[in-house]
């Protein structure tokens, strides 16, 4: 089954995704988390790229562009100014340890497949099984939020989840409307300024960004 | 009138065979002369039977299905036997391994108490013959008449030293569990009959079930027969049994007696039920792999010798029972190749553990018979003053942890070749689930190399632990080796296991022809007719393996290289003291214990055991270290039922007034109802 | 007889494989050497510490079994199969079929239980120690070179290495992202099974911080020459496997003669850029803390285990 050039690069590509989004969930250390939420960016951006060269939709360029600005060089700036005034701490603990997660993860690649498989038999060659990827990308940005107890790591995970879809979107239906993806960053870049200023907050009431200390606020 | 005319045909040797066991048993309980019966002829004779069996096995795989009809049990339905390739392959498996475990036992138990020993003849003997009549049985009736007496006959063996509580309540345990796998097994026999009242084999086999009957008589069959087998969670029993035994029943009831229950598996299943569907082969996947890790890590834990080589018999079943998995889930979805490789790898296990889990057991009974000792902890150095048994008990390990060119290593390489059929499954889920199982068998491959690097390291090499080692034999340096029967046991089934992993070719033409029995179709053509040098399974170029080769290959070059250095450098040797990084004072006690060892799967692995452990203080004047591990199915599993069937049983206790009025009202209650319902 | 001239060659190659690998361990060193600003040492230098080893007396504990003596010809003998199977020149050796991938770990399985055994023999704490910690590494390790074998298996439809390697080799160009994964995964092992950094310190000399130094700690002489040969040819091997499975141009195909110039060439090239990336590698990463040598191992693991799931989930 000989594939074209173009749905190789695409398909090495959701692969190299589905890696980094594996390595963040094995991932103890908060600047190498967003570092690989850089890489993702670049993938998803050179993704982007290739299915725009490959089909001719223009809008796919604005599109990988404003991916690159956002996802691998504002966030990112973003989040390391955070965790420098925060002084997080750079080993993170996990609820449960991570081989444990990482087969959960497995056991959650299997199921995102399997779910999109009869999907992905509507879709074009082009792109086929990039659905798959895509799904288990987010449910396992999902899992990785579920399991960490800092809060910046979540918030990566938020990212990473939105990372996921905007891949779901590209490889799937080649892309949103250019203003529905200029709505979406907006939202996220919106998104991450108000998680700066919630942290600022926790960190002053509890002395600590840990999220178990936000278990005390429910009524006893 | 030649002399093949004597031989008689395979079921009439069988039956010859297991009768002569009974009536070796019998004789056996003639206490004239001090047991002289039991002590010198009872074994080695059973051992010659064994063998007999053995090769009528034999020659039954390679002939056509014979059928036989005893007069006796009930008067509807007498006796049915039966030899087919299947039954053929198992009666090969009693025989041989059965063989050299006599001539073991018969040095093992010379030394035993006549009271004690006319029994243990006795009981043995009849454990034999059962088991051959469970293989033998080609009814209903029979096979159960055969299978409690299997069950009773262990049991009276288990608790060969009842006089102890533990091993009291490790027998009652057996026997509970065993009792519960049995009726399980008569209801999945009762499924199938459908109502037509014929029990035989023959009627069962033809009876057509619906669906949902042929799943729940599957259900029944896989529960029963696991039970037996010792899967998850009805495995409870044998770690406590296997140990409670003298050794040589510990190497029958591991080695063979689980066999059965497996023969019983692919008799039902693939047999007597037939149309095999793959969601059963999904199940038995599923509960296959969670048997075998949950073996060996168990395993990993243990530090008496006996009950480690028990929980390593649960892997092991776990490890057929993913063959057997697999080989059901190509069945359902209509690959008869990539199935029949499965069964054959299912199978080829089962004979392999056989032959290396005896050769274990063995092993562990001549250092328990020579020094007493049974705790890995005491253990050390054995290598010395038990060379031979050290020797037998290197390629028993070596065959366990799946090594090559020794056998256990075959049949591992057989269903990692089935795992590789994956591609042709459509179903998309299972296609890529049927590799997940294959990596589980990798991993608990290794744990096993690992635990047994364990096992032969701390009990065989470097020095003992314990100052001083308990010898039966009176003089200090005495040779404390296993003695020449048990010896020849020993070595019996150490070359049956080069056999096993050197010739596999042959052995996996005798499978095919039980995979072509039961499921119409074997292997491929290009398998069949490799040489007896290559193993092709499939096709040469997919894969191949030849033991043979790969064995000259290391030996001679590990050969030349001794040779070569000898000849252009030197071979001189100097002695002098083990390294000691500059402290002089080295103990034996400084070396790594058995729990020390697994302490690196403890930290990995830590979840999964329910430990208790007690670590010293630093500033402790009396430091002390303890460590329980309990299995977590007493408390998930075990213990609920039994409350619960405490709190039923305590409910319908209030039936019992202890007034003779109320039973007498009762009576009557039961004549009114009769009389009315019933005219 | 026309299996002489493959006999002949592969019984060449064999000899080519035992005698080229301490250059490749020689060169490793020297790469690193140069990285650390050091000035490096001959690259035949393992050469003359064989020699040197070889000449000696050998000094064995006095309680030392037969199994002590006999490993080190057993670990010389096993690694010597181990390079025989490996298609490193060409994919026409007639013994190849005797083993495939599976067997090919079952040898390094065979070697690694016997270095450990031979280990615990003296009955030291140091021999204890390194077995144990020998097993550690391997119990994960194994399974994950055996899923990454089995991933190139399923993609090349094949478990005998010769003919993943022409399937691998001789397939129009086409990037299989499960091969990735094992690839990732591979390099993982290749460092944990070889005793590098990041999982063990192969210069080291402190018995507390040893995992595959402290099972040969009792040995000299000629027994240590022969076990540090294994170890250089396992590392070429392991070298060679990795460039078969995933860089496999070059390698001359069956009966093609003509082509092992070439071959011989390729080859040397990639093994001058895999031992400067070991090198590179070594003195990038710092030693795990032994307890973090599982968690690595078993990301190596997980990897394998994705990879292969991959090529079902993504072939469709």
């Known amino acids: 089954m000989s594939q074209t050039l173009s749905s190789q690069i695409v398909n090495l590509l959701a692969a190299f995704l589905l890696l980094l989004a594996f390595a963040m969930l094995s991932q103890r250390r908060i600047l190498t988390l967003i570092r690989l939420f850089a890489w993702q960016g670049v993938a998803l951006a050179l993704s982007t790229l290739t299915v725009a060269h490959f089909t001719g939709q223009t809008h796919l360029y604005y599109s990988a562009a404003l991916t690159v600005l956002l996802k691998v060089i504002m966030i990112p700036w973003v989040l390391h100014r955070l965790i420098d005034r925060l002084h997080v701490r750079w080993d993170v603990e996990t609820l449960i340890n991570i081989p444990a997660t990482m087969l959960i993860g497995i056991g959650l690649a299997i199921f995102a497949f399997a779910l999109a498989a009869p999907i992905s038999q509507m879709a074009s060659a082009l792109t086929r099984s990039t659905l798959g990827i895509a799904l288990a990308s987010v449910l396992l940005a999902f899992l990785m939020m579920i399991v960490r107890r800092k809060a910046v790591p979540q918030v990566i995970g938020f990212l990473a989840m939105e990372n996921g879809l905007f891949f779901a979107a590209t490889s799937a239906t080649y892309g949103m409307p250019l203003v529905v993806e200029l709505g979406v960053a907006l939202d996220v870049l919106v998104g991450t300024f108000i998680f700066g200023i919630f942290f600022f907050h926790i960190r002053e009431q509890f002395d600590s960004l840990d999220i178990r200390h936000m278990e005390k606020l429910k009524e006893d | 009138m030649t002399a093949s005319d004597f031989i008689p045909s395979p079921l009439a040797g069988s039956l010859l065979a297991a009768v002569s066991w009974l009536a070796i048993s019998v004789l056996a309980l003639i206490p004239a002369g001090n047991a002289f019966i039991a002590r010198r002829l009872a074994f080695p004779i059973g051992a010659l039977v064994g063998l007999a069996l053995a090769m009528f096995g034999l020659q039954a795989i390679w002939l056509s299905p014979n059928q036989l009809i005893l007069p006796l049990g009930l008067p509807d339905l007498p006796f049915h036997l039966r030899v087919d390739p299947l039954a053929g392959f198992f009666l090969l498996l009693l025989g041989s391994v059965s063989a050299g475990i006599s001539v073991y036992a018969a040095g093992y138990f010379r030394t035993e108490t006549a009271p004690r020993l006319t029994l243990i003849g006795l009981q043995y003997h009849v454990f034999l013959a059962s088991m051959a009549f469970v293989i033998l049985a080609d009814d209903a009736y029979l096979f159960m008449v055969a299978w409690e007496t299997m069950a009773l006959s262990s049991y009276f063996l288990v608790t060969t030293d009842h006089g102890l509580p533990a091993i009291r309540n490790a027998g009652f345990l057996y026997l509970l569990i065993a009792h519960l796998g049995a009726i399980a097994i008569l209801l999945c026999f009762g499924v199938m009959n459908g109502g037509h009242g014929d029990y035989t084999f023959n009627a069962l086999r033809a009876a057509h079930l619906q669906p949902l009957w042929a799943t729940v008589a599957f259900l029944l069959a896989f529960f029963g027969f696991g039970a037996k087998a010792g899967m998850i969670p009805l495995h409870a029993w044998l770690p406590e049994a296997h140990p409670a035994a003298p050794s040589p029943v510990s190497a029958l009831m591991s080695g063979i007696m689980l066999k059965t229950a497996i023969y019983g598996m692919v008799r039902v299943i693939y047999d007597l039920i037939g149309g095999v569907r793959w969601e059963w082969g999904m199940l038995v996947l599923i509960i296959g792999a969670g048997t075998t890790l949950f073996g060996v890590l168990y395993a990993l834990m243990q530090h008496d010798l006996k009950r480690l080589l028990a929980y390593h018999s ?199 022809r039980i995979c072509a029995y039961l499921t119409g179709r074997g292997l491929s053509e290009q398998a069949l007719e490799s040489s007896w040098l290559w193993l092709v399974p499939t096709s040469s170029e997919q894969a191949s393996y030849s033991p043979i080769i790969f064995l000259v290959v290391i030996v001679a070059v590990t050969l030349l290289t001794f040779l070569l250095v000898r000849h252009f450098y030197h071979g001189r040797v100097r002695f002098s003291d083990p390294w000691d990084c500059g402290f002089p004072d080295q103990t034996p006690r400084m070396q790594d214990t058995a729990d020390a060892f697994g302490q690196p799967i403890r930290h990995v692995f830590g979840p999964i055991y329910l430990m208790e452990r007690h670590m010293p203080e630093p500033d402790d004047p009396a430091p002390r270290f303890s460590l329980k591990i309990e299995d977590r199915h007493w408390y998930w599993f075990y213990l609920p039922i039994a409350r619960f069937a405490e709190y039923v049983s305590s409910k319908i206790a209030l039936l019992q007034q202890g007034r003779i009025s109320i039973y007498l009202l009762y009576s009557f209650f039961t004549l009114i109802a009769l009389l009315v319902f019933v005219r | 007889m026309t299996y002489l001239p493959g006999i002949a060659f592969q019984i060449l190659q064999s000899v080519f494989v035992v005698l080229a690998a301490p250059v490749l361990v020689g060169w490793v060193n020297q790469c690193r050497a140069w990285l650390q600003n050091r000035s490096a040492p001959s690259i035949l230098l393992p050469y003359y510490t064989l020699a040197k080893l070889f000449h000696k007396d050998a000094v064995i504990a006095q309680n030392a079994s037969p199994l002590f003596r006999i490993t080190p010809y057993v670990l010389f003998g096993c690694m010597w199969l181990a390079a025989g199977i ?67 298996a399923f993609i090349s439809g094949s478990t005998q290495l010769t003919t993943i390697v022409e399937t691998l080799a001789h397939r129009e160009f086409a990037i299989y992202p499960s091969l990735a994964f094992a690839a990732v995964a591979f390099l993982m092992v290749l460092l944990a099974e070889n005793a590098r950094i990041p999982i063990d310190n192969p210069t080291t000399h402190l018995e507390l911080t040893m995992i595959h130094e402290a099972t040969i700690l009792e040995y000299s002489a000629r027994h240590l020459a022969l076990i540090e040969w294994a170890t250089a040819i396992k590392l070429f091997a392991y070298m060679t496997i990795g460039i078969a499975l995933f860089l496999p141009w070059g390698i001359a195909e069956a009966g093609d003669w003509a082509a092992l110039p070439l071959a011989f060439t390729v080859l040397a090239v990639k093994l001058l850029f895999a031992g400067a990336g070991l090198a590179l590698i070594e003195t990038l990463l710092a030693k795990l803390r032994l307890f973090l040598a599982p968690e690595f191992l078993s990301t190596a693991f997980l990897l394998a285990v994705l990879g292969m799931l991959t090529h079902f989930l993504i072939r469709g």
């Open chain 2, 314 to 512: 649960v892997e092991n079943i776990g490890i057929i029972l993913l063959g057997l998995g697999m080989s059901m889930v190509f069945y359902g979805f209509g690959h008869p190749a990539a199935a029949s490789l499965g069964l054959i790898a299912a199978l080829y296990h089962t004979f392999n553990h056989a032959v290396f889990k005896g050769l274990l057991f063995l092993g562990a009974g001549s250092i328990l018979h020579s020094t007493g000792l049974r705790d890995l902890n005491d253990m050390g150095g054995l290598i010395r003053r038990m060379p031979k048994t050290a020797f037998y008990f290197l390629i028993g390990a070596l065959a366990i942890s799946a090594l090559p060119p020794l056998n256990g290593f075959v049949s591992e390489w057989l269903t990692f070749q089935t795992a590789l059929q994956a591609p042709v499954l459509q179903h998309g889920v299972v296609r890529s689930l049927v590799p997940l199982f294959a990596a589980m068998l990798a991993l608990a491959g290794a744990l096993t190399a690992m635990c047994f690097v364990k096992v032969y390291g701390i009990a065989f090499l470097g020095q003992p632990r314990k100052a001083e080692h308990l010898s039966r034999s009176p003089a200090v340096g005495h040779d404390i080796d296993a003695g020449e029967m048990e010896r020849f046991g020993m070595a019996w089934l150490a070359a049956s296991c080069f056999v096993l992993g050197l010739f596999p070719t042959s052995f996996l033409l005798m499978l095919n």
């Open chain 3, 86 to 152: 490996v298609p490193v020149l060409a994919t026409d050796l007639p013994f190849a079929p005797a083993a495939d991938i599976i067997a090919l770990v079952g040898v390094f399985a065979l070697a690694r239980v016997f270095s450990a055994l031979a280990a615990m023999d003296i009955g030291t704490s140091f021999g204890g120690l390194g077995a144990r910690r020998e097993m550690l590494i391997g119990f994960l390790a194994e399974p994950a070179m055996l899923m990454t074998l089995f991933t190139a």
